[in-house]
T-cell receptor, first 113, second 113 residues
Framework: KAGVTQTPRYLIKTRGQQVTLSCSPI?????VSWYQQTPGQGLQFLFE???????NKGNFPGRFSGRQFSNSRSEMNVSTLELGDSALYLC????????????FGPGTRLTVL | AQKITQTQPGMFVQEKEAVTLDCTYD???????LFWYKQPSSGEMIFLIY??????QNATEGRYSLNFQKARKSANLVISASQLGDSAMYFC??????????FGSGTKLNVKP
């Protein structure tokens, strides 16, 4: 069974641009969560989608948004990029909402110049 | 809210020896899950072990075991017979209230040959 995939793996953008990251969960998994990881703040929860609906949201500004499609694939969008948005963005999938175990993808490393 | 504390930012262990990575959590919720993840330099988060708050016995997965002391609110990870490939960041995480994951700041483990 294929694991969680994230594309692209690396991305370089400039301030003010927007970016879209993609996550394909493990087949059969319906929940997708997104995290931001930075050296200073550690791992922070962004949001979680289940059956195309956002179920939980972390404390991030409205520039961070996401969506989930009917095939459970999810996208995360960041608009008006800031230097502080440079981070590793991790996506995790689980079978259902409230599932015990999350499987993480390899992450997308975003650099904002 | 849940809070996860990992007090050891970095640790060294000799190859083939056992090592304990500390984790304490703070919650008033009676139902929760505790996880340990390994993050190599490649960035991918690898699930290691899970302990449910109602589990009577400590979880074990191969060389990994979780020393769960509920009264002390601690969930230490024990790695037996350390290998060079165990060198990585290790994160303790808690889960409650339907996919709200909280991560500790991590412990960087270095295994010496």
């Amino acid at each position: 069974k294929a694991g969680v995939t994230q594309t692209p793996r690396y991305l370089i953008k400039t301030r003010g641009q927007q970016v879209t990251l993609s996550c394909s969960p493990i087949s059969g998994h319906r929940s997708v969560s997104w995290y931001q990881q930075t050296p200073g703040q550690g791992l922070q929860f962004l949001f979680e989608y289940f059956s195309e609906t956002q179920r939980n949201k972390g404390n991030f500004p409205g520039r961070f948004s996401g969506r989930q499609f009917s095939n459970s694939r999810s996208e995360m969008n960041v608009s008006t990029l800031e230097l502080g948005d440079s981070a590793l963005y991790l996506c995790a999938s689980s079978y259902g909402q409230g599932a015990n175990e999350q499987f993480f993808g390899p992450g997308t490393r975003l650099t904002v110049l | 809210a849940q809070k996860i504390t990992q007090t050891q930012p970095g640790m060294f262990v000799q190859e083939k020896e056992a090592v304990t990575l500390d984790c304490t959590y703070d919650t008033s919720d009676p139902s929760y899950g505790l996880f340990w993840y390994k993050q190599p330099s490649s960035g991918e988060m690898i699930f290691l072990i899970y302990q449910g708050s109602y589990d009577q016995q400590n979880a074990t997965e191969g060389r990994y075991s979780l020393n769960f002391q509920k009264a002390r609110k601690s969930a230490n990870l024990v790695i037996s017979a350390s290998q060079l490939g165990d060198s990585a960041m290790y994160f303790c995480a808690s889960f409650y209230n339907f996919n709200k994951f909280y991560f500790g700041s991590g412990t960087k483990l270095n295994v010496k040959p």
